[in-house]
């Protein structure tokens, strides 16, 4: 019943280690997007697709790297992890462009060592 | 400097009190949103407002979009433990398809 999950919800790993995170949708939107939310609950997006096509690609280093195989499904890639990639990493859908209301998955929370 | 500044950016009053929390910026938005988020949990949509001047309430709950829609305010009225949480604003400037989220608001309310 799950409308937006996110595996895994806790990641503990080393600095310069390559990790993934998946994100699935069943709510039938056509647009999923990552967030990053820093140890200040602030929220700020680092990628949108729409239809699997890129859209919003924020500053982001390119060692975080989206892949969207089908509407469903939007994961996020990270390479060589850092000390401040540290943080609470949101997925999001939306439905009806970019505008409509967007729904968060429960989070994962990344902490590197 | 963020786009969204909230304020207070915390809050903890006392069970059946009143109150209000601002979102303001210095850029017109084409739409707000206001988010509810609880902890380990991922930002739930409360309400979406369009028009300048716009309001809306969700029971307890009344928001407001300023009438320049540069800002916003929320609501609480007679507030419950229920509605503890990290209250977000979030927008969509005018000709930007990005969500803009605000600092955020931290509410506590004391049974």
């Known amino acids: 019943d799950t409308a937006v999950s996110q595996t895994p919800k806790y990641l503990v790993t080393q600095m310069g280690n390559d990790k993934s995170i998946k994100c699935e949708q069943n709510?039938?939107?056509?647009?999923m997007y990552w967030y990053k939310q820093d140890s200040k609950k602030f929220l700020k997006i680092m990628f949108s697709?729409?239809?699997?096509?890129?859209?919003i690609n924020e500053t982001v280093p390119n060692r975080f790297s989206p892949k969207s195989p089908d509407k469903a499904h939007l994961n996020l890639h990270i390479n060589s992890l850092e000390l401040g990639d540290s943080a609470v990493y949101f997925c999001?859908?939306?439905?009806?462009?970019?505008?409509?209301?967007?729904?968060f998955g429960p989070g994962t929370r990344l902490l590197v060592l | 400097t963020q786009l969204l500044e909230q304020s207070p950016q915390f809050l903890s009053i006392q069970e059946g009190e009143n109150l209000t929390v601002y979102c303001n910026s210095s850029?017109?938005?084409?739409?707000l949103q206001w988010y509810r988020q609880e902890p380990g949990e991922g930002p739930v949509l409360l309400v979406t407002?369009?028009?300048?001047?716009e309001v809306k309430k969700l029971k307890r709950l009344t928001f407001q979009f300023g009438d320049a829609r540069k800002d916003s305010s929320l609501h609480i009225t007679a507030a419950q433990p229920g509605d503890t949480g990290l209250y977000l604003c979030?927008?969509?400037?005018?000709?930007?398809?990005?969500?803009?989220f605000g600092t955020g608001t931290r509410l506590t309310i004391i049974p």
């Open positions: 407002v369009v028009t300048g001047g």
């Open positions: 850029s017109v938005f084409s739409s």
């Open positions: 999001a859908s939306s439905r009806g462009g970019r505008r409509g209301a967007q729904y």
């Open positions: 979030a927008g969509f400037m005018v000709g930007n398809e990005k969500l803009t």
């Open positions: 709510l039938g939107h056509d647009t």
């Open positions: 697709y729409n239809n699997k096509e890129l859209i």
